[in-house]
């Protein structure tokens, strides 16, 4: 099985993690830009983080054989801090930079008139920039948020198969097939969305442009539970290649939009991912 988990923030998770991920067959992700728990009081702080996303977090990655490649903004949450904010007029020259192949997340947490501004102003970096975006749907009232999520995306103008709408459930999944957006899915231990409930899903609404990921932030949650939600599905009767477009052929569409995927850097990557079962050469020159 080969594993591109395309929403996971890594900065919160252990080496361990990075093992583990590597031997159920992670081979690729995605880190999109979040808050860091503690709220941040100044443009630095941002923009430190985002270097350690371009750089380090990359260079820690590809030591355990794993593509990384992360998403940049200002998250919904600090979007309500006016000495956040401020860092909107740095994201363009983050948005320029290998690696960085979306914009997100943004979206809504508590949906102010300051998340609203912001999120509308991302969605036209993103379109001056040509890249897709990631947006984050609210844990609280997530059906209103959701509708007007979708209102905010229509009327950027971008095309909604360069948007993906995530952390979706029973309740708005339909709502975001019927937009043409891709819809995601988090795959928690315990709250929002398990595996067994991912396959219901699969089951009723298909498997295109649906992305599944293990959101592994600094609340409880488990970095393979895409492997987990793989496992679920073959249990369920879908086919290897069934799982292969879920976990490895769609997270490459979506984020191939912005052009900047670089799968092939790694030895034999671009032939075959059979290349890579029980590889240990990758990992044989780790400290
Ligand atoms: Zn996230």
Redesign the pocket.
């Known amino acids: 099985m080969r594993i591109f988990d395309p929403?996971i923030?890594m900065t919160s998770r252990t080496t361990d993690d990075y093992e583990t991920m590597f031997e159920v067959g992670v081979r690729a992700l995605v880190e999109?830009a979040?808050w860091l728990g503690q709220p941040r009081t100044t443009v630095g702080s941002f923009t430190d983080y985002f270097d350690a996303l371009i750089g380090w977090e990359r260079f820690r990655a590809a030591q355990f054989g794993i593509r990384h490649h992360c998403t940049i903004a200002l998250n919904p949450k600090e979007a309500n801090d006016p000495r956040c904010a401020v860092v909107l007029d740095v994201l363009p020259r983050y948005l320029a930079k290998d690696g960085v192949v979306a914009v997100g997340?943004v979206g809504y947490d508590s949906m102010t008139p300051a998340e609203d501004d912001a999120f509308a102003r991302q969605m036209e970096l993103a379109i001056e920039h040509d890249l897709p975006v990631l947006v984050?749907t609210p844990h609280r009232d997530k059906l209103a948020g959701t509708h007007r999520t979708l209102a905010v995306v229509e009327e950027s103008g971008i095309a909604p198969e360069r948007v993906v709408v995530d952390h979706l459930n029973e309740m708005t999944v339909e709502l975001v097939k019927e937009s043409g957006c891709w819809m995601g899915f988090s795959i928690y231990p315990d709250t929002k969305m398990d595996e067994l409930r991912m396959v219901t899903i699969l089951q009723e609404y298909g498997t295109d442009q649906v992305l599944v990921n293990s959101?592994a932030?600094w609340g409880r949650s488990d970095p393979l539970k895409t492997y987990r939600t793989g496992q679920q599905m073959l249990e369920a009767g879908f086919t290897e290649d069934e799982v292969d477009k879920v976990l490895w052929r769609n997270p490459v569409d979506f984020y191939g939009q912005s052009g900047r995927l670089a799968l092939d850097e790694l030895p034999g990557f671009a032939s075959s991912a059979d290349t890579f079962a029980g590889n240990s050469v990758l990992r044989g020159g780790r400290q």
Request: glycine fraction near 0%; proline fraction near 12%; hydrophobic fraction near 25%.
């Open positions: 929403h923030h999109p979040f997340e984050h959101a932030d």
